[in-house]
């Protein structure tokens, strides 16, 4: 029997879409029903694979340490954290963008340090070092979009996908930063030792023509 393959989802939308490719190339597991219930370990004793169950944000630090042998992250995670991981496929899937933006009438004073409201310290920071700008990091878990509103932040940066949240805000993207897709994700020392398992897998998402 082939080695055991320890697989990192993120829980959530990404996830869904994400356990939905695995699926398509034969990784799938009869009990993993997502969003239903509790259980965040699952696994398929034929196929010889566990999936992990994890908040989003957390997929890298199974795949980087070797509790999973692989896993999906967004780009963005990747950016921000700099793991110390293989990063092998784009997933074309979970595709977004890291933006700035800001309420409507928002009109930026060159002169004031500005405040930037955001999940992503890292990516905000280098973005801005980049426009040789002075900023003031105010670091957030979500809801982000409150903050310019009510006088936080001046703008936030963050992910948009289909622009709703935004909308529903009244703020508008003032400059997108990069675009954003799930991407497969390797533990170094599992690439040697697992590398056919790794391979097969690699192989069999690539030729699903996503
Ligand atoms: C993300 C992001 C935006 C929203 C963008 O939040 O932070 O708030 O999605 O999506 P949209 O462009 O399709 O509206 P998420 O739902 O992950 O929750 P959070 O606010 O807790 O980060």
């Known amino acids: 029997m082939s080695e ?15 356990y939905n ?12 029903k997502i969003g ?5 370990i699952f696994n398929n004793k034929e196929l010889n694979i566990n999936f992990f ?11 980087e340490r070797g509790a999973a042998d692989v896993g ?8 921000e954290y700099s793991p110390d991981v293989y990063e092998l496929l784009d997933l074309k899937t979970g595709i977004c963008r890291m933006a700035v933006a800001a309420p409507e009438n928002f009109v930026e004073d060159p002169e004031k340090v500005l405040r ?3 999940e992503f310290p890292n990516i905000a920071a280098k973005y801005y070092a980049g426009l040789g700008r002075d900023i003031d990091i105010i670091k957030l878990k979500g809801s982000l979009e409150i903050a310019p ?3 936080l932040a001046d703008v936030i940066v963050d992910i948009v996908e289909t622009g709703t949240t935004l909308r529903e805000n009244k703020l508008i993207i003032k400059d997108e930063i990069m675009q954003i897709s799930a991407r497969l994700i390797a533990n170094k020392s599992s ?8 391979n097969d897998l690699i192989n069999k998402l690539a030729s699903l023509n996503i």
Not at 191 to 198: E, L, Y
């Open 116 to 118: 930037v409201a955001t």
């Open 21 to 32: 490719l695995f699926e398509q190339a034969g990784y799938y597991c009869e009990d993993l």
């Open 53 to 63: 169950w994890v908040k989003p944000s957390d997929v890298h630090v199974y795949v």
């Open 191 to 198: 690439f040697n030792f697992k590398f056919k398992r790794i």
């Open 4 to 18: 055991v393959l320890n697989i990192a989802l993120p829980k959530g939308r990404l996830g869904q879409r994400v």
């Open 72 to 79: 999906a992250a967004g780009k963005d995670i990747l950016d």
């Open 149 to 151: 509103i009510i006088g």
């Open 36 to 40: 239903e219930g509790r259980k965040l």
